[in-house]
């Protein structure tokens, strides 16, 4: 990569001291493969706290009720950001969002629980089938 297009600052930003900054959050597993886990951009920042937003969904998706979930954080004056959960429930599943935080906070920190669980018909999702955030987050969910 050489730079963006007509785009000095942009590149400005990415090249940095001869390395690539992608803004993906990678680990570096005993073999030496690298895996992308996450984005920088998605990090969610509770005082002070750091949540990557993959975790929680992962530990989400292991509820029996859930079909989908997006995580993502929520501005908050005091806390810098919150926990956001929106949910798609499998077919006849029932679930609560009292009962999707409590299982959260017995296996995850607590910071990382979500504060506010949204229930939803469908996700936002992209012509390739991504999920997206932005768009949950611009509907205030």
């Not at 963006?4 to 992608?22: C, D, F, I, M, V």
């Not at 920190?109 to 949950?136: C, M, N, Q």
Request: aromatic share 10%.
């Amino acid at each position: 990569m050489t730079g963006y297009w007509k785009k000095p600052s942009e590149t400005q930003h990415a090249l940095r001291n001869g390395w690539l900054h992608s803004g993906d959050i990678g680990m570096l597993d005993d073999e030496g493969y690298v895996f992308i886990v996450d984005r920088v951009k998605d990090m969610i920042n509770v005082s002070g706290f750091k949540v990557w937003p993959a975790e929680v969904e992962e530990f989400l998706y292991k509820h029996p009720a859930i079909k989908e979930v997006a995580v993502f954080g929520r501005p908050h004056p005091d806390k810098g950001e919150t926990v956001v959960a929106a949910i798609v429930l499998k077919e006849g599943e029932t679930a609560t969002s009292a009962e999707i935080i409590d299982y959260c906070r017995n296996h995850l920190a607590v910071y990382k629980a979500p504060a506010h669980v949204d229930f939803l018909p469908e996700l936002p999702k992209s012509a390739t089938g991504k999920i997206l955030k932005r768009t949950l987050r611009e509907q205030g969910r």
